[in-house]
């Protein structure tokens, strides 16, 4: 054989010469260990030697190659790799730590083979054995760095987890005269705060006020708005004259606050029980209207819709009244019911309205738990966008009485 | 003829030795949760923390397949996990074979009972364990989710033996290194075969002895066969040794 191109330099040839087979044995860049069928040492170049520290008389026909190892690799030796070589003839990039003659611990990866006799019995087993110190390290660093971002992860959860609460109320109130369910459920895994957000609060005269709406975006700028949207809401509703007045001062706020780019869409309405019913007063601010179900189970849209609050553009809303008969249910709902997804299909106006229809004469909270079991169920558990629905029930006349 | 595998590996452990009982017996192999071809949704983490839910599938098993007169065959951990069937089933089993038995892998200062590994042997066994599944969920993960793209990965998973879910690998290590199942040994009045290796440093000879001793009925037989796998290093005496064992108690 020559050189790649023509003449062999003077170089080439004195590296042709240097590398006989059997220095190439003794001094190639890996270890190499023959072991008999037990694991007995038969053989060890001068690599491996030189990398542990122990002579040739102290291993060849002296010490089992597991003997060798660190006591827990020795454990991953007899029940893995020895059943594994046996079986396959190859064990590859086995990690293990090599006890030295001076105690200290060599990280090395094994790649084995087993040399069977003409009849096919294990007769020899090689290994080639790399010195594995600073991969082993990086690989530690990788493992304890993966830790740390899982415990990183579990901590968001906790605190979004956490966050989320204090943006719905810790408990929905019992109100005479009326019936009253939510749910929520948070998209993903829950690591992310959403931006959807309801509360249930009593007003001065008897009344009740609820506000539900989605604030645009998720995480923490989204949750600043959530809150300044809640709280606003429970402070214009004491003195407000209309609903549309709420939402109004909601969309001051939001322009005032330091973050102009936040803007939410939410529905704001009073309750009050009355002899026929509960009586309404309602404005939606770019949000889905409300659905009317009745106990037969038709279903309709209440109310008129108005703008987006927090944008710059003048601010059309309007307010309107209804009563809910005896019987009667609201619900509201933010858009993660209506764009739940599987695949390319939406969940839609269509399902949500069945799904009403269906469960029409149930009590508040079953209507607000099928439906959000049902957004849930039609994307397989994996939600993309928070859900949150609120159900507002005129009690039947022969349970109020 | 019931066949179970130890720690670390499946039922392609038995490949040289359960096909030789075929004439004779009906032969069970199975696969405990999270090895080989089980059924990854099995595995439940309160169960399985303990041998007693292996054992506890075991019974289901025998029960499942009506299954009377079981010789069961147990090599490594599996050995107790059938001590721990048979106690708690004893009507359906004929005879134990324990293939390498410890009831207790940790030593015992208290009791002076050698067990051969210190809690920081087992800690060595989980970062070994660690260390060698660091490539295995990066690159094993996705033939087990079916990766159309790179399909030669399925190919090479199927062709491995011994694979294993790395978590449940790390708490089945767990729950067979940190068991103490000295007491079971009593509960078992089944007839038993003991087969110990020489030089098998998971099972040390003394484990043996002991294994021998505290059970009721037992009969203990040393091989020429050398480390903690007869079964594949020497499947021709594992054999003989069961078979004779099998004849004698008929």
Redesign the interface.
Known sequence: MAAPDGEPTRGYIRALIADDPHELYETAPCGYLSLDPSGLIVKANRTFLRWTGYTAGELVERRRFQTLLAVGDRIFFETHFAPSLAMQGTVREIAAEIVCADGQRLPVLLNAVRKDDELGDHMRTRIAVFDARERRAYERELLSERQRAEEAAERARALAATLQRTLLPATIPAIEGMDLGTAYRPAGDGSVVGGDFYDVFELNDGAWGIVLGDVCGKGAAAATITALARHTARAYAVRASSASEVLRGLHDAIVRSDDTDGFCTALYLTARAGGEGVQLRLSAGGHHLPLRVTPSGSVSEVGRTGNLLGMLEPLRLHDDEATLAPGESLVLYTDGVLEAQRGDELFGAERLHAICSVHASSGAQAIADALVGEVVGFQRGDARDDIAVVVLQAPPLDVSR | MVFAH????DQ??W?HVAPRFADRYRVVLFDHVGAGGADRSAYDPDRHSSLAGYAADVIELVRALDLHDVVFVGH?VSAMIGVLAAADAPERFAHLVLVGPSPRYLDDPDTGYVGG??P?????????????Y??WSAAMAPAIVGNAERPELGAELT????RADPEIQRRFAEAT?RADNRADLARVATPCLVLQCR?D??APDAVGEYVHEHLADSVLVRMAA????PN??APDETTEAIDAYLRSSM
């Open positions: 130890g720690f670390g590996c392609n452990m490949r490594s590994f210190t920081d042997d087992i800690d060595g066994l989980l970062d070994s364990l660690a260390s060698n660091l490539g062709e491995s033996f011994c290194f030089d440093i998971i050398t480390g903690h796998c594949l290093s």
